[in-house]
Each structure stands twice: as C-alpha cells, then as structure tokens.
C-alpha cells in the first residue's frame, strides 16, 4: 500500500461492514500515489484485526538532501499558520529561503525554521533567488494583484512556480504567467489545496464511479465574517475582488472536478450593504448559479459577512454526499446517503473519515515530485486560468442582471477524463 494514499479501508472491508453501501478508496492520481522513489520503503507487520481500519504506515520521507527546496514568497497569515509548519509533514519539501518586505519579520521566522540568513530576501532583491540553486521551486503567498508579477519574475530566474488561488486578478494576467513559465521551461502549478485532500477525493472518485447515480445537483456555502476594513482583501487593486475570487473559488472549482464537466452558462448576483466600510471597492457577498451539458447544475452562495460556513453537498439519482465542513484547512467531514442494500426499505447514510494530513503538505510534495520526475501538476494554470475566465464571466453576469453563455471547453483535462487507476 502506498505511503501517502489517503485509504483507511478497502473496498472488501466497506463492502463487508455496509452490505455494499459504497467504496472508500479515496481517488489517488498516480501522481500522487507512488512513495519517494530513492527512499527505499520501511513496512511494519500489521498489528490489528481485519476489522479494524488500515492504517497508512510509516511517511517514508526522502532524505533531507534529496528533498526539493523552497522559497515561500510572502509571510503574512496563511504562511505563517499554515505553509510553514506544514514542511514538518512533507516527504518531498523542504524550506530554504523567505521572501518578505519585513526583513525584521523574515529573520525571526528564519530562526524558527532555520534558514539561513543568506537566504532572505525582499521584493527588490527577489531576482537574485536565480543565483541561489538551493532554490527550485517558489511558493507565491502574495495579494492577488502580485501574483502574475512574482511568477513572471520567478520564471525568468530560473526557478518552478506554485501559486496561490486565485491564479491572479484577470485570465490576461493567467495568461501572461503561463506564457511565461513555458518560455523559460519551468512548471506553474496552482494552490487548489482540496483537490490533494483525501475527502474530496474520495467524492470526485463516487461521482466517475456513478456510486451516486446520474449527478444532478451541487450546492455550497462558503462564508466567514471578515473585520478590518483597511486589509488588502477589501481592496479591489489587490484583490481583484471580494468573495468571489477569494472563498467561492472553491465553491466553483468543486462544482467542477466533481461533475467532471465545464459550464456553458451561468448566472451570477452580487451584494454590498450600503454604507458598510468593509465592502465600498469589493463585493460583500455573492451567490451563483451554474448550468453544465449534461444537465448537472450548481448554486453556490458566498459570504464575507457572515459567521463561518463551509458546507457542500452533490446530489445524484441514486445517493448524496455532503460535507460540512468541506472547505477548511482540517476538521472535515463525509456523510454519504442512499438507499440501504441489507434493508430495502430503509436509507443508510454512513460518515467516511479518512486521516488529515496538512493539505499544504500534500500539495507542495506533489508539486516536488513534479519537479523532480518532470511530470505535469495536478492542478496546472490552466486549470486557474479556467477559474478565472468563469469569474470574469460571473461578474458580467451579475452587472449585466442575465445569465452568460460560456463556449464549450476544446479538450478534456485531468478532471474531465476517465480516473486513473490507484496504484498499489
């Protein structure tokens, strides 16, 4: 069994404990599922019954020197809360240079990860990372609005670029960033965290299996009260928006990897409350509603005021599956319903939980391995450049008050093909 796959039980065993309710095997991309290849795995004997839950096993990490270096490009909150303690879990990562425009605030991060003080550098001298060669590989953490810069930068240093979502603040932006990766051979993979985590994978490998029927609906609820009104998030130069490119991106990307589909109309509705100093560039809050090929439909509501909410719910003919949380950095939980198979004339809805890594972790060391065996990531730019064109169209929508019809997508993509088969 693989070091990292997200599986606690197998198909036999969910079979055997359900009567047939469903399959656990989270989906793995075979990306993402072989161990480090120069780590030579150490496996233990199997302690527990075969009623009880498989357990991952050892990490099996690559040794420190193999491990692919980093530079994480900007220390403000999710850096600090979440990027950085999420190195200590990462089997292909590792942490060696700081860029922040706080020199004070980069020396005592530093000290606390140990990075050397040669290896710090500001947004000025963010260009001298091409004589570093411990640096491969750039994490853009950076307001929205510095995104297509800092990649651009990056690329021409030499160095591989992972970034934040949203890509950027406009797909002429995402495109700038992607042609200028591909002129200097380097990879550019986005920050689409969820799609590394065990729980929605386990959702998106449902959906391809049809073990929810025929998909017919998705909805989602993505909220949190936000304060300060002076953050760069309120600010419409650096955010490009308010909650819709920030926390209904998720929203959005979910509706799609999970149907496995492009839109070809939506319709979106904006709101401000009037006078409110948080919302006078960017929108308070946002809902939308998406119409795919087959029929399948998504209505989403997104929120910046409003107590923290992060449910979702994918609805088919023949079952649900809810998350609620479903959009958190932890906690999350799988509910699962249909019609019982041991009693006909009951339901049974059963809860999945699967272990919880850092979905930091798990994304940066997908993106080493790409590095390393020059694949191609698993959530590429062209998937944020999709986001984007989809949120430009979204908001032309809600000033236009009608609904916007989308071109059909030219070729499938990693989400929109048949799964891959796990490995192991």
């Not at 606690?8 to 989270?26: D, F, I, K, P």
């Not at 990372?129 to 510095?146: F, G, R, T, W």
């Not at 550019?188 to 029927?213: D, S, T, W």
């Amino acid at each position: 069994m693989m070091d990292d796959a997200p599986r606690l039980w197998t198909r036999r065993r969910m079979l055997g404990a359900t009567g047939g309710l469903l399959t656990a095997s989270a989906w793995v991309p075979p990306v993402l599922a072989a161990a480090p290849a120069s780590t030579q795995p150490v496996k233990l004997p199997d302690i527990f019954a075969k009623t009880e839950r498989e357990r991952p096993g050892p990490p099996n990490p690559q040794p420190e020197t193999e491990r692919v270096g980093w530079a994480v490009v900007g220390l403000g909150h999710l850096s600090l809360e979440e990027i950085l303690p999420a190195f200590g879990q990462s089997k292909r990562s590792r942490l060696v240079a700081l860029v922040s425009g706080d020199r004070a605030k980069a020396q005592a991060i530093a000290k606390q990860y140990g990075v050397a003080d040669k290896s710090l550098y500001d947004y000025k001298s963010f260009d001298q990372l091409k004589d570093n060669p411990e640096v491969q590989a750039v994490y853009i953490v950076l307001p929205n609005s510095m995104h297509a810069e800092f990649t651009v930068r990056a690329a021409q240093a030499g160095k591989h670029v992972f970034c934040e979502k949203p890509m950027a603040n406009t797909s002429a932006e995402c495109q700038q960033m992607i042609d200028a990766c591909k002129k200097a051979d380097r990879k550019l993979g986005i920050a689409y965290r969820l799609q590394y985590e065990p729980h929605h994978r386990a959702v998106i490998q449902m959906a391809r299996n049809k073990e929810l029927g025929t998909l017919k609906l998705f909805t989602a609820n993505n909220g949190q009260n936000q304060g300060e009104p002076n953050q760069w998030r309120h600010k419409k130069a650096l955010a490009g928006g308010g909650a819709l490119p920030d926390v209904g991106i998720y929203c959005l990307s979910a509706a799609r990897y999970f149907s496995g589909e492009e839109p070809t109309e939506v319709q979106g509705f904006s709101h401000s409350t009037p006078g409110d100093p948080c919302f006078k560039e960017v929108e308070e809050s946002f809902a939308f509603h998406l119409r795919f090929p087959s029929g399948f439909q998504a209505h989403c509501t997104i929120h910046y005021s409003t107590h923290e909410t992060k449910d979702l719910r994918l609805m088919g003919t023949d079952g649900w599956a809810s998350m609620d949380p479903g959009f958190s950095y932890s906690g999350l939980r799988l509910r699962v319903g249909m019609k019982s198979r041991s009693f006909p004339k009951a339901d049974d809805t059963v809860e999945r939980s699967f272990s919880q890594p850092s979905q930091f972790a798990r994304e940066m060391d997908h993106f080493s391995r790409c590095v390393q065996e020059n694949v191609v990531p698993h959530t590429p730019s062209e998937e944020g450049l999709a986001d984007l064109r989809i949120i430009e169209a979204l908001y032309r929508s809600a000033q236009e008050r009608k609904a916007v019809r989308l071109g059909a997508a030219k070729k499938l993509d990693a989400f929109r093909g048949p799964p891959p088969k796990e490995e192991g």
